[in-house]
């Protein structure tokens, strides 16, 4: 069973930049196409999809609400996604998730859960 594991949450400052980081324990199994992707939930709110890449390295996706200050990425050896964030500011407070899922399903309806799900890291802006 593949395991992920965020890192690099943190508190900031408005304005202020982290970079997320999601350990893989192993490689995806072949086969499936893959995507690899970061969702958020502030408390009160829905789960929202952020950004994904295909396990391929493209295309990626980005939410409207982050786009052009947060970039995907993934390694060469598919095994350490990252999300790097910038221009932070108090609505991106949350807890950040890393996932990955053959399926779309879970970026079409929060109530579905990704094949694989880390145990989420928590981002807080402050003004």
């Known amino acids: 069973q593949v395991r992920l594991v965020e890192s690099g949450g943190g508190s900031v400052q408005a304005g202020g930049s982290l970079k997320l980081s999601c350990a893989l324990s192993?490689?995806?199994?072949?086969?499936?196409?893959?995507?690899l992707g970061w969702f958020r939930q502030a408390p009160g709110k829905e789960r929202e999809g952020v950004a994904r890449?295909?396990?391929?390295?493209?295309?990626?996706y980005y939410a409207d609400s982050v786009k052009g200050r947060f970039t995907i990425s993934l390694d060469n050896a598919k095994t350490t996604l990252y999300l790097e964030m910038s221009n932070l500011s108090p609505g991106d407070s949350a807890v950040y998730y890393c996932?990955?899922?053959?399926?779309?399903?879970?970026?079409?309806?929060?109530?579905?859960?990704?094949?694989?799900w880390g145990q989420g890291t928590q981002v807080t802006v402050s003004s």
């Open positions: 996932a990955a899922d053959a399926s779309l399903t879970p970026w079409i309806t929060s109530r579905a859960a990704a094949r694989y």
């Open positions: 890449v295909d396990i391929g390295g493209s295309p990626t």
């Open positions: 192993e490689p995806l199994p072949p086969g499936p196409r893959w995507w």
